[in-house]
Nanobody, 115 residues
Framework: QIQLVESGGGLVQAGGSLSLSCAAS????????MGWYRQAPGMQRELVAL???????KYADFVKGRSTISKDDAKHTAYLQIHNLKPEDTAIYYC?????????WGQGTQVTVSS
């Protein structure tokens, strides 16, 4: 089992930046990927970005060019930075990871972008 602790988020002004982190702990069997999803009210959960075991990255179109995802393998921690935030970035952001035995979700952290 993997436990995830998310940090960062909060209230940010439009045009600003935010940094989120997700620390994994517990019994980790070869972390396959670490990523972030988001869910706005009334909307489906959607991928924001992920980084794989081989350091390949994938970004959603809506953050491409203004976001960076990275990870520290020694700390089992993933980091997400988003710049030039927009009100439509307001959502709950969830950490999502997978190892050889399963997929795990964090409890989510609220990000609110004020105009």
């Amino acid at each position: 089992q993997i436990q995830l602790v998310e940090s960062g988020g909060g209230l940010v002004q439009a045009g600003g930046s935010l940094s989120l982190s997700c620390a994994a702990s517990g019994t980790i069997a070869s972390m396959q990927y670490m990523g972030w999803y988001r869910q706005a009210p009334g909307m489906q959960r959607e991928l924001v970005a992920l980084v794989t075991i081989g350091d390949s990255t994938k970004y959603a179109d809506f953050v491409k060019g203004r976001s960076t995802i990275s990870k520290d393998d020694a700390k089992h921690t993933a980091y997400l930075q988003i710049h030039n935030l927009k009100p439509e970035d307001t959502a709950i952001y969830y950490c999502n990871v997978a190892d050889l035995f399963g997929e795990y979700w964090g409890q989510g952290t609220q990000v609110t972008v004020s105009s």
